[in-house]
Protein backbone atom coordinates (compact mmCIF):
# COMPACT_ATOMS: atom_id res chain seq x y z
CA UNK A 1 0.00 0.00 0.00
CA UNK A 2 3.13 2.18 0.98
CA UNK A 3 4.07 2.19 -2.75
CA UNK A 4 0.13 3.01 -4.10
CA UNK A 5 0.69 6.12 -1.47
CA UNK A 6 3.91 7.52 -2.87
CA UNK A 7 3.42 7.06 -6.16
CA UNK A 8 -0.23 9.42 -5.31
CA UNK A 9 2.07 11.63 -3.91
CA UNK A 10 4.30 12.16 -6.69
CA UNK A 11 1.59 12.33 -9.21
CA UNK A 12 -0.49 15.01 -7.02
CA UNK A 13 2.46 16.73 -6.15
CA UNK A 14 1.52 16.83 -2.40
CA UNK A 15 3.92 17.12 0.68
CA UNK A 16 4.81 14.11 2.60
CA UNK A 17 2.17 12.82 4.43
CA UNK A 18 1.44 12.15 8.36
CA UNK A 19 0.84 8.88 8.57
CA UNK A 20 0.72 6.39 5.47
CA UNK A 21 -0.75 4.00 8.42
CA UNK A 22 -4.56 3.67 7.57
CA UNK A 23 -7.11 1.59 8.48
CA UNK A 24 -10.43 0.93 6.35
CA UNK A 25 -13.97 0.44 7.73
CA UNK A 26 -15.77 -1.41 4.55
CA UNK A 27 -19.55 -1.37 3.50
CA UNK A 28 -21.12 0.51 6.56
CA UNK A 29 -24.18 0.71 6.17
CA UNK A 30 -26.06 4.45 5.70
CA UNK A 31 -30.21 3.98 5.89
CA UNK A 32 -32.09 5.92 3.58
CA UNK A 33 -35.75 7.64 4.22
CA UNK A 34 -37.13 5.59 1.76
CA UNK A 35 -35.77 2.32 3.14
CA UNK A 36 -32.71 1.85 0.80
CA UNK A 37 -29.23 1.18 2.14
CA UNK A 38 -26.22 2.48 1.03
CA UNK A 39 -22.77 1.36 1.22
CA UNK A 40 -20.07 3.65 2.46
CA UNK A 41 -15.99 2.58 3.01
CA UNK A 42 -14.37 4.84 6.25
CA UNK A 43 -10.29 5.32 5.66
CA UNK A 44 -9.09 7.03 8.47
CA UNK A 45 -5.19 6.65 10.00
CA UNK A 46 -4.68 3.50 12.33
CA UNK A 47 -3.91 5.79 15.18
CA UNK A 48 -5.04 9.01 16.30
CA UNK A 49 -8.64 8.96 13.84
CA UNK A 50 -10.82 9.86 16.64
CA UNK A 51 -11.98 13.11 16.34
CA UNK A 52 -10.61 14.36 12.82
CA UNK A 53 -12.47 16.28 10.04
CA UNK A 54 -14.50 13.92 7.93
CA UNK A 55 -14.19 14.62 4.27
CA UNK A 56 -17.46 13.30 2.72
CA UNK A 57 -17.54 11.90 -1.14
CA UNK A 58 -20.61 10.87 -2.70
CA UNK A 59 -19.33 8.69 -5.93
CA UNK A 60 -21.12 6.71 -8.08
CA UNK A 61 -17.80 5.18 -10.19
CA UNK A 62 -17.11 2.49 -6.80
CA UNK A 63 -15.57 3.23 -3.85
CA UNK A 64 -12.18 1.49 -4.84
CA UNK A 65 -9.61 1.27 -8.03
CA UNK A 66 -8.41 3.95 -10.20
CA UNK A 67 -12.02 6.59 -9.45
CA UNK A 68 -11.67 6.79 -5.59
CA UNK A 69 -8.13 5.58 -4.82
CA UNK A 70 -6.37 8.74 -5.52
CA UNK A 71 -9.18 11.18 -4.26
CA UNK A 72 -9.37 9.45 -0.60
CA UNK A 73 -5.73 8.33 0.30
CA UNK A 74 -4.28 11.52 0.08
CA UNK A 75 -6.47 13.39 2.25
CA UNK A 76 -6.39 10.25 4.60
CA UNK A 77 -3.17 10.45 4.84
CA UNK A 78 -2.86 14.42 5.82
CA UNK A 79 -5.61 15.01 8.53
CA UNK A 80 -8.79 13.95 7.43
CA UNK A 81 -11.11 10.48 7.94
CA UNK A 82 -12.24 10.10 4.61
CA UNK A 83 -15.96 9.09 4.35
CA UNK A 84 -16.50 7.33 0.43
CA UNK A 85 -19.89 6.37 -0.10
CA UNK A 86 -21.15 4.64 -3.16
CA UNK A 87 -24.43 6.63 -4.88
CA UNK A 88 -28.14 4.85 -4.87
CA UNK A 89 -27.97 1.57 -7.20
CA UNK A 90 -24.04 1.43 -7.50
CA UNK A 91 -21.78 -1.13 -6.24
CA UNK A 92 -23.87 -2.34 -3.88
CA UNK A 93 -25.74 0.47 -2.67
CA UNK A 94 -29.37 0.01 -2.78
CA UNK A 95 -31.99 1.43 -5.15
CA UNK A 96 -32.06 1.97 -8.72
CA UNK A 97 -29.38 4.44 -10.54
CA UNK A 98 -31.26 7.25 -11.69
CA UNK A 99 -28.60 9.57 -12.90
CA UNK A 100 -28.76 13.32 -10.87
CA UNK A 101 -31.92 12.94 -9.54
CA UNK A 102 -31.97 11.05 -5.84
CA UNK A 103 -28.82 12.86 -5.37
CA UNK A 104 -30.26 15.94 -2.85
CA UNK A 105 -32.42 13.58 -0.55
CA UNK A 106 -29.77 10.96 -0.60
CA UNK A 107 -26.81 13.37 0.52
CA UNK A 108 -28.93 14.93 2.96
CA UNK A 109 -29.94 11.94 4.64
CA UNK A 110 -25.79 10.70 4.71
CA UNK A 111 -25.01 14.09 5.85
CA UNK A 112 -27.27 13.29 8.91
CA UNK A 113 -26.41 9.88 9.74
CA UNK A 114 -22.41 10.95 9.55
CA UNK A 115 -23.01 13.34 12.15
CA UNK A 116 -24.55 11.13 14.51
CA UNK A 117 -21.54 8.41 14.22
CA UNK A 118 -19.18 7.71 17.26
CA UNK A 119 -15.93 8.45 15.63
CA UNK A 120 -17.57 11.76 13.76
CA UNK A 121 -15.63 14.56 14.93
CA UNK A 122 -17.70 17.79 14.82
CA UNK A 123 -16.18 19.20 11.47
CA UNK A 124 -16.67 18.17 7.72
CA UNK A 125 -15.90 19.29 4.28
CA UNK A 126 -17.48 18.20 0.81
CA UNK A 127 -14.73 17.28 -1.38
CA UNK A 128 -15.09 15.79 -5.30
CA UNK A 129 -14.87 16.22 -8.83
CA UNK A 130 -17.73 15.53 -11.59
CA UNK A 131 -20.52 13.88 -10.43
CA UNK A 132 -19.09 14.22 -6.97
CA UNK A 133 -19.15 18.08 -7.19
CA UNK A 134 -22.87 17.86 -8.73
CA UNK A 135 -24.11 15.75 -5.11
CA UNK A 136 -22.50 18.68 -3.37
CA UNK A 137 -24.26 21.16 -4.79
CA UNK A 138 -27.46 19.50 -4.01
CA UNK A 139 -27.45 19.52 -0.96
CA UNK A 140 -25.23 22.75 -0.06
CA UNK A 141 -28.21 25.30 0.90
CA UNK A 142 -29.19 22.83 3.17
CA UNK A 143 -26.01 21.67 5.37
CA UNK A 144 -26.05 20.77 9.14
CA UNK A 145 -23.39 23.62 10.45
CA UNK A 146 -20.60 20.61 11.25
CA UNK A 147 -20.31 21.21 7.45
CA UNK A 148 -17.83 23.76 7.34
CA UNK A 149 -16.59 24.41 3.40
CA UNK A 150 -17.21 22.43 -0.38
CA UNK A 151 -14.19 22.41 -2.71
CA UNK A 152 -16.56 21.36 -6.46
CA UNK A 153 -13.83 20.82 -8.96
CA UNK A 154 -14.81 20.60 -12.51
CA UNK A 155 -18.63 20.50 -11.71
CA UNK A 156 -21.61 22.46 -11.66
CA UNK A 157 -25.17 22.98 -9.86
CA UNK A 158 -27.09 22.04 -13.24
CA UNK A 159 -24.62 19.18 -13.96
CA UNK A 160 -26.34 17.45 -17.26
CA UNK A 161 -28.43 20.68 -18.67
CA UNK A 162 -25.53 22.48 -20.79
CA UNK A 163 -25.60 20.01 -23.14
CA UNK A 164 -29.40 19.23 -23.35
CA UNK A 165 -29.90 22.89 -24.86
CA UNK A 166 -32.57 22.99 -27.03
CA UNK A 167 -30.31 25.66 -29.09
CA UNK A 168 -27.51 23.35 -29.29
CA UNK A 169 -27.50 19.77 -28.04
CA UNK A 170 -24.18 18.18 -27.31
CA UNK A 171 -24.46 14.39 -27.54
CA UNK A 172 -20.80 13.23 -27.17
CA UNK A 173 -20.78 13.48 -23.74
CA UNK A 174 -24.08 12.16 -22.28
CA UNK A 175 -23.77 9.44 -24.63
CA UNK A 176 -20.57 8.29 -23.76
CA UNK A 177 -21.12 8.51 -20.23
CA UNK A 178 -24.45 6.66 -20.44
CA UNK A 179 -22.38 3.51 -22.04
CA UNK A 180 -19.97 4.06 -19.31
CA UNK A 181 -21.66 4.22 -16.19
CA UNK A 182 -24.18 1.24 -17.91
CA UNK A 183 -21.73 -1.32 -18.29
CA UNK A 184 -18.89 -0.22 -15.24
CA UNK A 185 -19.80 -3.09 -12.76
CA UNK A 186 -18.83 -5.52 -15.31
CA UNK A 187 -15.56 -7.71 -14.57
CA UNK A 188 -12.75 -5.73 -16.31
CA UNK A 189 -15.13 -2.83 -17.18
CA UNK A 190 -12.42 -0.36 -17.82
CA UNK A 191 -10.31 -2.41 -20.40
CA UNK A 192 -13.41 -3.55 -21.86
CA UNK A 193 -14.20 0.25 -22.42
CA UNK A 194 -11.18 0.89 -23.96
CA UNK A 195 -11.49 -1.93 -26.67
CA UNK A 196 -15.24 -1.12 -27.26
CA UNK A 197 -14.53 2.89 -27.96
CA UNK A 198 -14.28 2.66 -31.31
CA UNK A 199 -17.78 1.01 -31.30
CA UNK A 200 -19.44 4.14 -29.25
CA UNK A 201 -18.07 6.21 -31.38
CA UNK A 202 -19.73 4.98 -34.41
CA UNK A 203 -23.12 3.92 -32.46
CA UNK A 204 -22.97 7.97 -32.54
CA UNK A 205 -23.22 7.78 -36.40
CA UNK A 206 -26.93 5.53 -36.28
CA UNK A 207 -30.01 6.68 -37.62
CA UNK A 208 -32.56 6.92 -35.91
CA UNK A 209 -29.69 8.25 -32.90
CA UNK A 210 -33.13 6.52 -31.01
CA UNK A 211 -31.32 2.97 -31.76
CA UNK A 212 -27.30 4.48 -31.03
CA UNK A 213 -27.50 3.07 -27.23
CA UNK A 214 -28.70 -0.64 -28.97
CA UNK A 215 -26.04 0.15 -31.47
CA UNK A 216 -23.28 0.86 -28.86
CA UNK A 217 -24.03 -1.61 -26.13
CA UNK A 218 -26.52 -3.84 -27.17
CA UNK A 219 -29.35 -2.98 -25.12
CA UNK A 220 -31.82 0.08 -24.19
CA UNK A 221 -30.57 2.91 -21.62
CA UNK A 222 -33.08 4.25 -19.92
CA UNK A 223 -30.72 7.91 -19.04
CA UNK A 224 -29.86 8.02 -23.23
CA UNK A 225 -33.61 7.63 -23.92
CA UNK A 226 -34.10 10.41 -21.77
CA UNK A 227 -31.40 12.80 -22.95
CA UNK A 228 -32.13 12.02 -26.48
CA UNK A 229 -36.24 12.80 -25.87
CA UNK A 230 -36.25 15.82 -23.16
CA UNK A 231 -33.97 19.01 -23.71
CA UNK A 232 -32.83 20.90 -20.58
CA UNK A 233 -35.97 22.59 -20.12
CA UNK A 234 -38.39 19.74 -19.80
CA UNK A 235 -39.89 19.00 -16.37
CA UNK A 236 -37.67 15.72 -16.28
CA UNK A 237 -34.88 17.01 -16.09
CA UNK A 238 -35.92 19.58 -13.02
CA UNK A 239 -34.45 17.85 -10.25
CA UNK A 240 -31.36 17.66 -11.84
CA UNK A 241 -31.07 21.76 -11.84
CA UNK A 242 -30.06 23.28 -8.57
CA UNK A 243 -29.11 26.53 -9.65
CA UNK A 244 -31.73 27.70 -8.00
CA UNK A 245 -29.56 27.08 -4.31
CA UNK A 246 -26.40 28.49 -5.25
CA UNK A 247 -26.75 31.85 -3.84
CA UNK A 248 -28.41 30.44 -0.21
CA UNK A 249 -25.06 28.46 0.57
CA UNK A 250 -23.45 29.82 3.48
CA UNK A 251 -20.52 27.95 3.69
CA UNK A 252 -16.73 28.83 2.04
CA UNK A 253 -16.93 27.49 -1.57
CA UNK A 254 -13.13 26.88 -3.33
CA UNK A 255 -14.14 25.94 -7.03
CA UNK A 256 -11.79 24.26 -9.56
CA UNK A 257 -12.15 24.40 -13.28
CA UNK A 258 -10.46 24.01 -16.56
CA UNK A 259 -10.57 26.05 -19.65
CA UNK A 260 -11.27 22.99 -21.81
CA UNK A 261 -13.84 21.23 -19.21
CA UNK A 262 -16.99 20.64 -20.06
CA UNK A 263 -19.00 22.22 -17.05
CA UNK A 264 -17.06 25.40 -17.26
CA UNK A 265 -19.50 27.65 -18.22
CA UNK A 266 -22.06 26.45 -15.51
CA UNK A 267 -18.84 26.48 -12.91
CA UNK A 268 -18.30 29.84 -13.69
CA UNK A 269 -21.85 31.32 -13.48
CA UNK A 270 -22.18 29.14 -9.94
CA UNK A 271 -18.94 31.17 -8.73
CA UNK A 272 -20.55 34.79 -9.87
CA UNK A 273 -23.83 33.39 -7.78
CA UNK A 274 -21.65 33.33 -4.86
CA UNK A 275 -19.49 36.01 -5.67
CA UNK A 276 -23.07 38.49 -6.21
CA UNK A 277 -24.46 37.16 -3.27
CA UNK A 278 -21.53 38.21 -1.17
CA UNK A 279 -20.51 34.96 -0.14
CA UNK A 280 -17.06 33.01 0.94
CA UNK A 281 -15.86 31.88 -2.65
CA UNK A 282 -13.09 31.25 -4.51
CA UNK A 283 -12.02 29.78 -8.18
CA UNK A 284 -9.08 28.14 -9.47
CA UNK A 285 -9.06 27.88 -13.68
CA UNK A 286 -6.04 26.09 -15.42
CA UNK A 287 -5.74 25.22 -18.93
CA UNK A 288 -7.14 22.10 -18.13
CA UNK A 289 -9.68 19.09 -19.91
CA UNK A 290 -11.87 17.10 -17.56
CA UNK A 291 -9.75 14.41 -17.06
CA UNK A 292 -6.72 16.31 -17.07
CA UNK A 293 -4.22 15.47 -14.07
CA UNK A 294 -3.68 18.90 -13.33
CA UNK A 295 -7.44 18.94 -12.08
CA UNK A 296 -6.57 16.00 -9.42
CA UNK A 297 -3.50 17.89 -8.38
CA UNK A 298 -5.64 21.53 -7.90
CA UNK A 299 -8.28 19.91 -5.88
CA UNK A 300 -6.25 17.80 -3.59
CA UNK A 301 -4.21 21.06 -2.63
CA UNK A 302 -7.44 23.44 -2.10
CA UNK A 303 -8.86 20.18 0.16
CA UNK A 304 -5.61 20.57 2.17
CA UNK A 305 -5.23 23.95 2.31
CA UNK A 306 -8.82 25.07 2.09
CA UNK A 307 -10.73 22.62 3.30
CA UNK A 308 -8.58 21.31 6.02
CA UNK A 309 -8.39 24.96 7.92
CA UNK A 310 -11.60 25.92 7.53
CA UNK A 311 -13.04 22.36 9.04
CA UNK A 312 -10.03 23.03 11.95
CA UNK A 313 -11.35 26.50 12.33
CA UNK A 314 -8.56 28.45 11.06
CA UNK A 315 -8.32 30.70 8.03
CA UNK A 316 -6.48 29.06 5.17
CA UNK A 317 -3.67 30.91 3.69
CA UNK A 318 -4.11 33.99 1.80
CA UNK A 319 -5.04 34.03 -1.74
CA UNK A 320 -6.79 36.29 -3.98
CA UNK A 321 -10.67 35.40 -4.68
CA UNK A 322 -9.59 33.90 -8.38
CA UNK A 323 -6.75 32.12 -9.69
CA UNK A 324 -6.14 31.72 -13.44
CA UNK A 325 -3.97 30.06 -15.92
CA UNK A 326 -3.80 32.33 -18.65
CA UNK A 327 -2.72 30.43 -21.79
CA UNK A 328 -0.17 31.90 -24.70
CA UNK A 329 1.22 33.60 -21.44
CA UNK A 330 1.62 30.14 -19.64
CA UNK A 331 1.38 31.32 -16.11
CA UNK A 332 -0.96 31.78 -13.00
CA UNK A 333 -2.21 35.29 -12.41
CA UNK A 334 -4.38 36.16 -9.63
CA UNK A 335 -7.84 38.28 -9.99
CA UNK A 336 -10.24 39.74 -7.99
CA UNK A 337 -13.60 38.86 -9.16
CA UNK A 338 -15.01 37.15 -12.46
CA UNK A 339 -15.10 38.59 -14.85
CA UNK A 340 -11.55 40.47 -13.77
CA UNK A 341 -11.89 43.90 -13.69
CA UNK A 342 -9.95 45.56 -16.71
CA UNK A 343 -11.13 44.32 -19.81
CA UNK A 344 -13.42 45.92 -22.34
CA UNK A 345 -15.59 44.26 -24.59
CA UNK A 346 -14.34 44.87 -28.53
CA UNK A 347 -15.45 43.51 -31.63
CA UNK A 348 -13.09 42.32 -33.85
CA UNK A 349 -15.31 41.87 -37.28
CA UNK A 350 -15.26 39.40 -40.15
CA UNK A 351 -14.12 40.77 -43.55
CA UNK A 352 -14.13 39.37 -47.51
CA UNK A 353 -11.26 37.76 -48.16
CA UNK A 354 -10.70 35.82 -44.83
CA UNK A 355 -9.80 38.60 -42.72
CA UNK A 356 -10.38 40.02 -39.07
CA UNK A 357 -10.33 43.56 -38.17
CA UNK A 358 -11.43 45.85 -35.26
CA UNK A 359 -13.31 47.86 -38.12
CA UNK A 360 -16.56 46.91 -39.67
CA UNK A 361 -16.32 45.45 -42.95
CA UNK A 362 -17.79 47.75 -46.54
CA UNK A 363 -20.19 46.64 -48.93
CA UNK A 364 -19.03 43.36 -50.02
CA UNK A 365 -20.63 39.62 -51.33
CA UNK A 366 -21.10 36.99 -48.63
CA UNK A 367 -18.90 33.84 -47.85
CA UNK A 368 -20.75 30.81 -48.99
CA UNK A 369 -19.87 26.84 -48.05
CA UNK A 370 -21.90 23.55 -48.43
CA UNK A 371 -22.51 21.94 -44.64
CA UNK A 372 -23.58 17.76 -45.47
CA UNK A 373 -24.40 16.13 -42.49
CA UNK A 374 -23.45 12.25 -43.73
CA UNK A 375 -20.17 13.87 -43.95
CA UNK A 376 -19.95 16.45 -40.75
CA UNK A 377 -17.67 18.91 -39.72
CA UNK A 378 -15.73 16.82 -37.34
CA UNK A 379 -14.75 18.28 -33.12
CA UNK A 380 -11.52 18.54 -33.09
CA UNK A 381 -9.54 18.79 -29.60
CA UNK A 382 -11.60 21.57 -27.59
CA UNK A 383 -14.03 20.59 -24.46
CA UNK A 384 -14.63 16.76 -25.35
CA UNK A 385 -14.88 13.76 -23.71
CA UNK A 386 -14.87 10.00 -24.76
CA UNK A 387 -11.57 7.33 -24.37
CA UNK A 388 -9.47 7.91 -26.92
CA UNK A 389 -10.01 11.35 -27.72
CA UNK A 390 -7.21 14.26 -27.51
CA UNK A 391 -9.17 17.42 -25.89
CA UNK A 392 -7.60 21.13 -25.01
CA UNK A 393 -5.24 22.73 -27.35
CA UNK A 394 -4.23 20.78 -30.49
CA UNK A 395 -3.30 21.69 -34.40
CA UNK A 396 -6.54 22.74 -36.44
CA UNK A 397 -4.53 23.07 -39.55
CA UNK A 398 -6.65 19.65 -41.06
CA UNK A 399 -9.58 21.20 -39.80
CA UNK A 400 -9.11 24.40 -40.98
CA UNK A 401 -8.48 23.23 -44.81
CA UNK A 402 -12.08 21.63 -45.03
CA UNK A 403 -14.02 23.12 -47.37
CA UNK A 404 -16.80 23.53 -44.95
CA UNK A 405 -15.08 25.57 -42.31
CA UNK A 406 -14.10 29.47 -43.03
CA UNK A 407 -11.58 31.55 -41.47
CA UNK A 408 -11.11 35.02 -40.63
CA UNK A 409 -7.29 36.16 -39.51
CA UNK A 410 -6.01 39.16 -38.22
CA UNK A 411 -2.85 40.99 -39.33
CA UNK A 412 0.27 39.92 -37.26
CA UNK A 413 -0.02 41.63 -34.31
CA UNK A 414 2.66 44.16 -32.83
CA UNK A 415 1.73 44.01 -29.21
CA UNK A 416 0.68 41.31 -26.92
CA UNK A 417 -3.86 41.59 -26.71
CA UNK A 418 -5.07 39.50 -23.25
CA UNK A 419 -8.63 38.38 -23.50
CA UNK A 420 -9.99 36.89 -20.39
CA UNK A 421 -13.56 36.98 -19.68
CA UNK A 422 -16.58 35.90 -21.52
CA UNK A 423 -16.83 35.36 -25.31
CA UNK A 424 -18.93 35.51 -27.74
CA UNK A 425 -20.35 36.52 -31.91
CA UNK A 426 -22.26 37.75 -33.72
CA UNK A 427 -22.46 36.02 -37.19
CA UNK A 428 -25.00 36.96 -39.87
CA UNK A 429 -25.97 33.65 -41.43
CA UNK A 430 -28.60 32.18 -43.76
CA UNK A 431 -28.72 28.88 -45.03
CA UNK A 432 -30.92 26.81 -48.12
CA UNK A 433 -32.57 25.01 -45.41
CA UNK A 434 -34.72 26.04 -41.90
CA UNK A 435 -32.39 24.11 -39.72
CA UNK A 436 -29.00 24.53 -39.20
CA UNK A 437 -26.24 24.91 -36.73
CA UNK A 438 -23.28 27.64 -36.36
CA UNK A 439 -20.15 27.02 -34.84
CA UNK A 440 -17.57 29.55 -33.80
CA UNK A 441 -14.03 28.94 -32.34
CA UNK A 442 -11.58 31.23 -31.64
CA UNK A 443 -7.58 30.53 -32.49
CA UNK A 444 -4.24 31.84 -32.18
CA UNK A 445 -2.10 31.35 -35.34
CA UNK A 446 1.42 31.48 -34.09
CA UNK A 447 4.56 32.68 -36.47
CA UNK A 448 4.81 29.41 -38.00
CA UNK A 449 1.09 29.25 -39.35
CA UNK A 450 -0.29 26.72 -36.83
CA UNK A 451 -3.39 27.28 -35.88
CA UNK A 452 -4.45 26.74 -31.91
CA UNK A 453 -7.78 26.28 -30.77
CA UNK A 454 -8.31 28.74 -27.74
CA UNK A 455 -12.23 28.72 -27.01
CA UNK A 456 -15.86 28.17 -29.07
CA UNK A 457 -19.58 27.30 -28.51
CA UNK A 458 -22.27 26.12 -31.27
CA UNK A 459 -26.21 27.47 -31.36
CA UNK A 460 -28.91 25.72 -33.18
CA UNK A 461 -31.14 27.74 -34.99
CA UNK A 462 -34.83 27.80 -36.74
CA UNK A 463 -35.88 29.89 -39.24
CA UNK A 464 -32.19 29.91 -40.67
CA UNK A 465 -33.61 30.24 -44.22
CA UNK A 466 -33.93 33.59 -43.25
CA UNK A 467 -31.25 36.14 -43.29
CA UNK A 468 -30.70 36.35 -39.12
CA UNK A 469 -27.78 37.32 -36.28
CA UNK A 470 -26.99 34.11 -34.53
CA UNK A 471 -25.33 34.87 -31.35
CA UNK A 472 -23.04 32.42 -30.13
CA UNK A 473 -21.86 31.81 -26.39
CA UNK A 474 -18.03 30.44 -26.63
CA UNK A 475 -16.50 29.30 -23.63
CA UNK A 476 -14.77 31.49 -21.62
CA UNK A 477 -11.39 31.72 -21.47
CA UNK A 478 -7.94 33.55 -20.16
CA UNK A 479 -5.62 33.84 -23.04
CA UNK A 480 -2.77 35.86 -24.15
CA UNK A 481 -1.99 36.34 -28.17
CA UNK A 482 1.66 36.97 -28.30
CA UNK A 483 3.00 40.44 -30.34
CA UNK A 484 3.94 38.84 -33.76
CA UNK A 485 0.98 35.84 -33.77
CA UNK A 486 -2.13 36.73 -35.54
CA UNK A 487 -6.11 36.01 -33.98
CA UNK A 488 -7.96 33.47 -36.15
CA UNK A 489 -11.53 32.79 -35.91
CA UNK A 490 -13.37 29.82 -37.92
CA UNK A 491 -16.75 29.26 -38.82
CA UNK A 492 -19.17 26.34 -39.71
CA UNK A 493 -21.76 24.51 -38.99
CA UNK A 494 -21.13 21.55 -36.66
CA UNK A 495 -18.29 19.81 -34.24
CA UNK A 496 -19.40 16.03 -34.69
CA UNK A 497 -19.94 14.46 -32.32
CA UNK A 498 -19.40 16.78 -29.95
CA UNK A 499 -22.51 18.38 -30.81
CA UNK A 500 -25.10 16.46 -33.07
CA UNK A 501 -24.92 16.99 -36.63
CA UNK A 502 -28.12 18.66 -37.48
CA UNK A 503 -30.16 17.07 -40.22
CA UNK A 504 -31.60 19.89 -41.58
CA UNK A 505 -35.33 18.79 -41.58
CA UNK A 506 -36.24 19.47 -38.38
CA UNK A 507 -37.74 16.30 -37.15
CA UNK A 508 -37.06 15.56 -33.50
CA UNK A 509 -33.22 14.26 -32.87
CA UNK A 510 -34.33 10.66 -31.36
CA UNK A 511 -36.54 9.47 -34.53
CA UNK A 512 -34.66 11.44 -37.52
CA UNK A 513 -33.82 9.17 -40.77
CA UNK A 514 -33.11 11.80 -43.34
CA UNK A 515 -29.84 14.06 -43.58
CA UNK A 516 -30.23 16.82 -45.72
CA UNK A 517 -27.00 18.67 -47.21
CA UNK A 518 -27.08 22.86 -47.02
CA UNK A 519 -25.97 25.39 -49.01
CA UNK A 520 -24.35 28.50 -45.76
CA UNK A 521 -24.33 31.89 -46.48
CA UNK A 522 -22.14 34.06 -43.53
CA UNK A 523 -22.58 37.71 -44.15
CA UNK A 524 -20.23 40.48 -43.03
CA UNK A 525 -21.10 44.13 -45.09
CA UNK A 526 -22.32 47.50 -42.79
CA UNK A 527 -25.99 45.86 -42.01
CA UNK A 528 -24.57 42.60 -40.99
CA UNK A 529 -21.71 43.32 -39.25
CA UNK A 530 -20.49 40.02 -38.29
CA UNK A 531 -18.22 39.63 -35.04
CA UNK A 532 -16.59 37.55 -31.99
CA UNK A 533 -16.69 40.24 -29.41
CA UNK A 534 -13.05 39.80 -27.02
CA UNK A 535 -12.72 40.99 -23.26
CA UNK A 536 -9.65 42.58 -24.23
CA UNK A 537 -7.56 43.95 -21.35
CA UNK A 538 -7.50 48.39 -21.42
CA UNK A 539 -4.46 49.30 -21.70
CA UNK A 540 -3.85 51.72 -18.10
Known sequence: ????????????????????????????????????????????????????????????????????????????????QVLIQSTRGTFGSGGAFDPFRREREDGLDTLEWVTEQPWFGESMVLYGMSYLGFVQWAVADQLPPQVKAMIPAVSESALTLEFLRGD????????????????????????????EAKRVRRAMDTLPLGQADVAAMGRRSDYIQDVLAHDADAPRWAEADHSHRVTDIAIPVSSVGGWYDIFLPGQIRDHQALQTAGRQARLTVGPWSHTSRGVGVAAATEALDFGLAHARGEQPPERAPVRLFVMGEET???????????????????HPGGTLAADAA???????????????????????LALGVKAGRVDNTGLEARPDVL???????????????????????KSSLPYADVFVRLCD?????????????????TGADRTSCATVRLWPTAYRFRRGHRIRVQVSSGAFPRYNRNPGTGEPRTTATTLRAADQEVFHDPAHPSAVILPVRVKS
Open 1 to 80: MNLGSRLTQRLLRLPPPLTRDLVVERDLRVPMRDGAVLLADRWAPKSGAQGLPTALLRIPYGRAGMAAGPMVRPLAERGF
Open 168 to 195: GFSLETPFGWGVMVAGQERRWAMPRQLL
Open 332 to 350: WRDFPSWPPPGYAPQRFHL
Open 362 to 384: GESAPDGYRYDPADPTPAVGGVR
Open 407 to 429: TYTTGTLDTDTEVIGEVSAEIWF
Open 445 to 461: VDDKGRSTNVCDGLVSL
